[in-house]
């Protein structure tokens, strides 16, 4: 059965149930999606602290007695005077009735009696909530937890958060034309390259995988390995076998052994092969063997939907409005996503056709940084046209 990309996109995404959510260690939520908003629980700060070492005092006089000192973490003089100061270190809490810090490298300490410059009231002193108040939502619900929000939970304090769990998807390669990198180069064979497309992106993307193994072209090989990994992982993910070819078993073994197929082939090009079936809570997404039809199938379709799985409040990658820069052809009729090299100068995106776009060429994604997306009556574009494209990292 074939879909139109529309009808696959909606299907392969009501697959997905929202998943179950854990609490976890902090220590360890790296890469984890938060399945809850993050409020602070307190003022930041929730003191007057002073910005800079300094002598904290309140403008007014030229002249003031050292009374002590503090510094962040410690105790010191709770009050002072209007003729007082007290030596405070950046980041302490600056005594009640300061108004002011004064640079320490500004001021002159003659046994105890300190010379201030003027200046105003209010310089360097952080006030009670300046950075925010208490309540202020920092993180939303669906946020992946990475190198920008880890750090800022241990700023919060929270030694717990609540996390989406992880659905465990298992991954395989077919065909007895695979070699590995570790293998002597044989003429007519293809190294495996599909495992590494996906090991890259689910590693960027925090998923929770385990790559099977490389099946052979038998239909006993393709049904063992279905029954192992039907047990043990929520997902399922292949590539290879699932075409028209005499050797290409998966559908034949699906019928077999109970999977319900809710679609075969998809209507875009490169990668029409697309399969999605399910059987008993198990869902399996059969890839194209080709890695262009791979990887294109793999960012329209596939990336979007188990990022939903895994929580993501932002599934999608962004589509922009693009100048050409060169010309790339397409037929009209056809959905097809043509490979792009995509930058941006002062605010503005530009792409340009990546050289080739034929399905069995893939060296051209060592550049490739967008997809240009050509609907069924768009066609070619010429250099100046407009274009909608699919951004994966910008240049």
Do not use: W
Request: with cysteine.
């Amino acid at each position: 059965m074939i879909k139109d990309r529309h009808q696959a996109r909606d299907i392969l995404y009501n697959t997905f149930e929202t998943p179950q959510t854990e609490i976890v260690s902090v220590r360890e939520s790296f890469g984890r999606v938060l399945a809850e908003d993050i409020f602070t629980d307190r003022d930041f700060p929730d003191t007057r602290k002073s910005a800079v070492d300094g002598y904290a005092h309140i403008p007014g006089h030229s002249q003031y007695e050292l009374k002590g000192e503090t510094g962040a973490g410690r105790k010191g003089p709770s009050a002072i005077n209007g003729k007082e100061t007290v030596f405070v270190m950046t980041g302490a809490s600056v005594p009640e009735g300061t108004l002011s810090v004064a640079r320490v490298e500004d001021c002159t300490d003659n046994d105890g009696t300190v010379t201030i410059p003027e200046m105003a009231a209010g310089e360097n002193v952080n006030n009670i909530g300046e950075e925010c108040f208490k309540d202020t939502i920092v993180a939303e619900k669906g946020s992946v937890i990475k190198d920008n929000l880890y750090p800022v939970l241990f700023y919060l304090g929270r030694s717990e958060v609540k996390v989406f769990k992880r659905p465990k998807i298992g991954i395989f390669v077919t065909g007895d034309e695979i070699l590995e990198v570790e293998d002597d180069y044989q003429k007519g064979l293809v190294f495996n390259t599909n495992r590494y497309i996906l090991e890259s992106f689910f590693t960027r993307f925090g998923f929770d995988f385990e790559y099977y193994g490389h099946v052979k072209d038998s239909r006993e090989e393709v049904a063992g390995a279905f029954e192992e990994m039907s047990s043990k992982y929520d997902i399922i993910i292949s590539s290879g076998g699932i075409s028209m070819g005499k050797y290409d078993f998966v559908k034949d073994v699906f019928r077999n052994y109970g999977y319900e197929i809710l679609f075969e082939r998809t209507r875009i090009k490169p990668g029409s092969p697309l399969m999605l079936a399910k059987r008993s809570g198990c869902t399996f997404i059969g890839m194209p063997g080709y890695p262009a039809a791979f990887t294109t199938n793999l960012l329209f379709y596939v990336l979007p939907a188990l990022r939903k799985a895994y929580g993501h409040k932002d599934n999608e990658f962004a589509v922009v409005d693009a100048v050409m820069t060169t010309d790339t052809r397409a037929k009209e009729g056809r959905f097809e996503l043509n490979r792009a090299v995509v930058s941006v100068e002062e605010g503005r995106f530009y792409a340009s056709d990546a050289g080739t776009q034929k399905t069995s060429h893939y060296n051209s994604f060592a550049s490739v940084n967008g997809l240009i997306l050509l609907d069924e009556e768009t066609g070619s574009l010429s250099e100046g046209d407009m274009a909608k494209v699919l951004i994966l990292d910008v240049k």
